[in-house]
Structure formats: C-alpha cells, structure tokens
C-alpha cells in the first residue's frame, strides 16, 4: 500500500471510532444517561461514609498523632508547634496595640485599645486588603513590602488619642497563619506555605525579620512582640472574655488547631518549664492524615494536583479552599461520563478552583422551590443554563455530601483533641470546656457549622456534651494578636499604675 491509501485507511478508522461514539453517546442520552450520573452519586456518596464508627477511629488516630508529635520533632505529621505562648491573656492588659493578620486571602491591620482590669476592649478599628494573586507566588520582598505599606498608610491615619506615651514604640502582634517553626514568642521560620501561597524564598527564613524589614523600608516605627497563628490568637482572644477556652479552631481558607497542653506533657520541650506550667501548642492539624479517613478518587487527584502533593490531607478535606473545587470535580466526572449537562462538558467546568465554596454553600442553602439559587449559581460561575430541577437537586446533594463529610470529620478532630485534653468526659469537678471557633467556612457556612456541632455532640453523648461548648470567636485571631502583644510588651513592667 502506498502512503497516500494508509492515510485514507485512517481517516476511514477514526470516521467509523466517530460514528460509533456518536451512536453510543445518542443511546446514552436516551436512556442510561440519569442512571450513569446516579451511579456516580452513589458511589461518591458510599466513599465519602463517615459513620460513627469511623469518626470514632479517626478521633483516636488524632489522639494517637498528638501524642507522637509531642515527643519528638517529625515524630507526626502533626508538627504540635511549641508557640512560645505560656501565658494567655488575663484581662488585665492595657495600652494601644496593634495586629497584622496575614493568613489567606484577606489580611487585616487592627488597633486595639485596651482598658487594664475590667476596662476590656476600649476601642478597635481595623482596615481590610486582599492579597494580589501574583504577590501570592512571587518574592518575599515584593509580598512584605505590600503588607507593610497597608500597615503604614494605617499608622498613618492614627488618631492622636492613640498615640503611644513619649518613649515607647509601637507593638505589633503577628498574626501569620502558616506553619512556622518558633524560636520565641516573637521569632520564627516559615516550614512551607499552605493554601495556595508558594514563595519560595521565604521558606526557612524568619519571617519576623522579614516584616521587621519591610516596615523599616516604608517608614513605620514599630517592633513585633508576638509571632502567633490565627488559631494561638483565637486562643487568646477567646480566653480574654472566658476563662473556660481551652482549645481553638479555624474553618477558613484552611483548617487548623490550638489547645492548651501540659508542659509536662511535652517531652520534646527542653526549655525552663513555664511558670504556669501550661505552653499553648499550634497543631497544624491541617496535615493530619490517617488510613481512616474516607478518601475518595477526587481527592486523590485533587491531591496529585495541588501545589502540595501528599500534604494537608485533613485540610484538603475539610476546609473553604478545597469543598467547591471537590464538587467541581465531580461535576466533571457526570458531565464527562454521563452527559450530564449535554453532549457537550461545559468548557468552564474543566478550570480548577474555579467553583469557590462560597458558590457552593449558597446553592446548598437555596430554599427557594425551584432552586433558583442552583441555576443561577450554574449559570454565572460555570456558564451552565437549561438545568432542570432534577438536575439542580442533584447538585444540592452533592453540596450536602462533601460538606457533610468535611464537618464530621472537623467534628472526630475536636473529639480527638478532647480526649488528649482528657476533657472527653464529664468531670467529678463539673468543669466546664469551651471551644474558641473562627473562620468564614464555620461563619458563613451554616449548613456545614450545624453539622458540626450535631456530629460532636452526637460523639461525646448527651452526657459529656453538656459540659463542652462551642463559640463563635469572631475575629479573634486579630483581636487575640494584639492582646498577646499586650501581654508580651516590652513596657509591661513600667505599666502606668
Ligand atoms: P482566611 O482563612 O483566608 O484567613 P477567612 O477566615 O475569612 O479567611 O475564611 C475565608 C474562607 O472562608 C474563604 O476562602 C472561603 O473558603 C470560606 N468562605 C467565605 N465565605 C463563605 C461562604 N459564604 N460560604 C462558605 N464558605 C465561605
Ligand atoms: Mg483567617
């Protein structure tokens, strides 16, 4: 055979492959098209199972991890950062402060006036930003140097009743919600970025000398007296107003954890044991992995993916940057396999992240009879029109899958926590144990937050239950930053009398 009959021979093969995935794909439409998509459902909602049993498992292998990543550096893949933090706050701070929240997609500048013994929180006001995208995997400098010109332009506009009293500096506490390795209340280095950031540069580094820096480049007078997470904050703003918080949680972009621990109970801690005898530890629960952890294909791949293969298995899981983008996913697997939007699979559903949980919970939320919400939501995000009702459920069930399983599995890593805490259960001394929330996935996602909370109560029976609580902490990590400073100010001892 000449080339010239090869090449027809295979324009003749690929137009017989054509005309066969044109009938199979028209026999689908008719009839096995629902069932194909139903058979997806099914078998996504059976993988993401989180029964009792499970939870329980899970908890357990927290309880487990906590314990390994307290005896030794690397002993987990919870990292149980030692934060430096032995003292939370009294209610007896006093003075100007200010807070610098750095921890996702939002960061925020606050000042906070605080009125000493009983005076509590005076005055607050703080100023919002969003990180520039491209600031989020460029250099250090370029990132800091942003954050610091926000900063200044607030110092700025600070009124002159704020002004700090002749002689004193301006402090600032750090809010820097990513895993650092801590050399003191106000040093430490960055171990990797999360959540989408991936400077490279600053890894390794100290990232308070890397603000230090930046402030000294714009002009702005101050000194960082605490480096904390938004979890040790939410901690701390959580502890000012009850004495009762003991553990903290974030559900925002990411996920992580902060509980106050016995030094005694951290044999990986060298240093003088602290005269409280309690050191606050930043979990990084985030990265909690376990082989009881119902994970499905979508997360796999996911995972593969993502700009931190094998890492933040929990958080991939759980929290606001991920829940949308698993839905996605499996969006794609029905259009892709059973045509479940048409013939065609919507172009825009083929771009990763680009359905957002806050997208996702208001189709969940949609009360409205026709789920109006869902098609509209469809429509502007994805470009997806012509849903039917059935098909809209569909989608409102899928919302209800992934976030289901994220919130009771949120639910076994406070229970897991519980148990280390040893607060598992109902004390003879009927002390009582509350949980500081925070973050927009916990504030805004109502169906998810509900959920939660049933399943932990649900975990710890009725019992045990009625002696923990749950609290929304509402921007405590910015709040709590700045007590913290407050509480390491290098002026406590000339505190005005
Ligand atoms: P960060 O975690 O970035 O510090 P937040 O605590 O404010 O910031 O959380 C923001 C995250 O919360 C968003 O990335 C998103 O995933 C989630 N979120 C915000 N609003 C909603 C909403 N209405 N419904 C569900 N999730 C939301
Ligand atoms: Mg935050």
């Known amino acids: 055979m000449g080339k010239v009959a090869v090449g027809a021979a295979v324009i003749g093969a690929a137009a017989v492959v054509g005309v ?8 689908m439409k008719s009839s096995g098209r629902w069932a194909r998509a139903m058979s997806i459902l099914k078998e996504f909602e059976e993988k993401c199972g989180t029964p009792e049993g499970k939870l329980k498992q899970v908890a357990d292998a927290m309880t487990v991890e906590m314990h390994a990543g307290l005896v030794s550096e690397g002993g987990s893949k919870l990292k149980m950062l030692i934060s430096y933090v032995d003292n939370l706050p009294t209610g007896d701070e006093d003075g100007v402060f200010y807070a610098l929240d750095l921890g996702g997609t939002n960061f925020r500048v606050l000042r906070v006036q605080l009125g000493g013994k009983e005076g509590g929180i005076v005055h607050q006001e703080f100023t919002e930003a969003s990180i520039p995208p491209a600031l989020m995997g460029g250099t250090s400098d370029a990132l800091f140097d942003y954050i610091a010109e926000k900063l200044a332009k607030f110092v700025d506009e600070e009124e002159q009743m704020f002004h700090q009293p002749p002689g004193r500096q301006r402090e600032l506490g750090f809010t820097f919600s990513f895993p650092v390795m801590q050399t003191s209340i106000n040093s430490g280095t960055l171990i990797r970025w999360t959540k989408g950031f991936s400077i490279n540069d600053t890894v390794g580094q100290d990232v308070v000398a890397e603000l230090t820096n930046a402030l000294k480049r714009k002009g702005v007078e101050m000194r960082v007296a605490a480096l904390v997470n938004d979890t040790i904050g939410t901690l701390a703003g959580g502890r000012y107003t009850n004495n009762d918080v003991a553990l903290a949680v974030i559900l925002g972009t990411g996920t992580n954890a902060a509980y106050v621990e016995r030094a005694q109970a951290i044999p990986k801690w060298h240093g003088p044991l602290p005269k409280s005898g309690e050191m606050v530890i930043n979990m990084e629960w985030g990265n909690f992995r376990s082989s009881h952890l119902p994970l499905t294909e979508y997360d796999h791949a996911l995972d593969v993916e993502s700009l931190n293969p094998g890492e933040q298995i929990f958080e991939k899981l759980t929290s606001g940057m991920y829940l949308g983008e698993i839905l996605r996913r499996v969006l794609l697997k029905m259009a892709d396999e059973a045509f479940f939007f048409g013939g065609e699979v919507p172009a825009k559903l083929k771009i990763p992240f680009i359905l957002r949980t806050p997208e996702m919970s208001a189709m969940h939320h949609d009360t409205s009879s026709d789920l109006r919400v869902v098609g509209n939501k469809l429509k502007d995000t994805l470009d997806i029109s012509n ?82 609580s749950v609290e929304h902490s509402n921007d405590g990590s910015g709040i709590g930053a700045a007590l913290l400073a407050a509480s390491h100010s290098l002026y406590l001892n000339e505190k005005s009398s």
């Open 20 to 27: 066969a995935a044109l009938v199979v794909r028209q026999r």
């Open 387 to 468: 849903t039917s009702l059935k098909m809209r459920r569909v989608v409102v069930e899928l919302c209800n899958i992934v976030a289901t399983r994220g919130a009771r599995l949120a639910a076994a890593g406070i229970l897991g926590m519980l148990k280390k805490m040893g607060r598992d259960t109902k004390s003879e001394g009927g002390g009582k144990t509350v949980i500081a929330m925070d973050g927009g996935l916990y504030e805004h996602y109502t169906e998810y937050s509900k959920c939660l909370e049933y399943t932990l109560n649900e975990l710890l029976g009725e019992e045990a239950a009625s002696t923990i």
